[in-house]
């Protein structure tokens, strides 16, 4: 069977563009939506995400101010550039990237950031919202995979949803996004026993573990939806998923490759929180 492929950079481009005339219209009311990151060293991975987030803020027409520091920079600096921003009346997005250097607490840095600026959705208190399904930022990777199931016509109410990772910043949400949605939720991770006899009982299967093409055509249900979010170097040094798409696609209804599945989407929602967080800001000036 020949399978679809879920094409995140199309469907993140749709997006995009409702996203632009949502900026207009703010800039037309005099005010530019604008989003703050902050990187730490010189991680060359972390730069690309870095430099595509830049680009395709401005390309929204958004502002975007870049902050780079040392890997060698205290926490206590660390957390007073994030309160600067938190302070600055023309950031309503914060973006710390990570992972950050062994010798500052990431679970400091991010609480020290606003909730009301939190775009990527990884604050405690954006994190208890979510999970008791209060409107606040998704987390952008969950958030956009939601997105890609949804417009590509993916039923989720009723399927079984075996999500391989929990990590809190994808496959702990991942779950939740999906559980809201009514799918039938199972979690698997390094602990567990059989893996492939979770997932081939699955009809989406959410990939995020982190090793290059780990998950081949035999650990997948005829038919399954399949979503990978890794992001690997192969052995040629090309960007690869988790999932090996070419045994994959053999059997998969549909499947998002990499580059050009996932990764766009998480950009694309990280704008569109940046851009609901201005205008909760300016809703809320109107109101008082
Ligand atoms: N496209 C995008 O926008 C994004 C892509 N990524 C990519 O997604 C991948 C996952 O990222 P992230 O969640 O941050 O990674 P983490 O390393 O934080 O988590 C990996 C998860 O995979 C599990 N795992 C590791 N080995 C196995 C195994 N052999 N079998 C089953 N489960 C296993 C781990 O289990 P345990 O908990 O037991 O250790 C852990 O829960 C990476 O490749 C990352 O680069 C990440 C964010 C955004
Ligand atoms: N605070 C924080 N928030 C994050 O959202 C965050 C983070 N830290 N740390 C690292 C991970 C990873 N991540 C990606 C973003 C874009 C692509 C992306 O654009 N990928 C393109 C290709 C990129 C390329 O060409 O290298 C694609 O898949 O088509 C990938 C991965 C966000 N993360």
Redesign the pocket.
Known sequence: MSSKKIDGKAIGQEIREELKEQVASLVKQGYQPGLAVILVGENPASQTYVKNKEKSSIEAGMKSELIKLPDTVSEEDLLKEVEKLNQDDSIDGILVQLPLPKHIDENKVIRAISPEKDVDGFHPMNVGKMLIGQQTFLPC?PYGIMQLLERSGVEIAGKHAVI????N???KPMGQLLLQKDATVTY?????ND?KSFTKQADILIV????AK?ITGDYIKEGAVVID????RDENGKLCG?VDYASAEQVASAITPVPGG??PM?ITMLLKNTVESAENKLNSRTKN
């Open positions: 990777t391989i990772g929990r990590s910043i994808v496959g698997c991770h390094s602990r567990t893996l995020a573990i982190g090793m780990f979010v890794g992001m690997n988790d996932v990764g998480t």
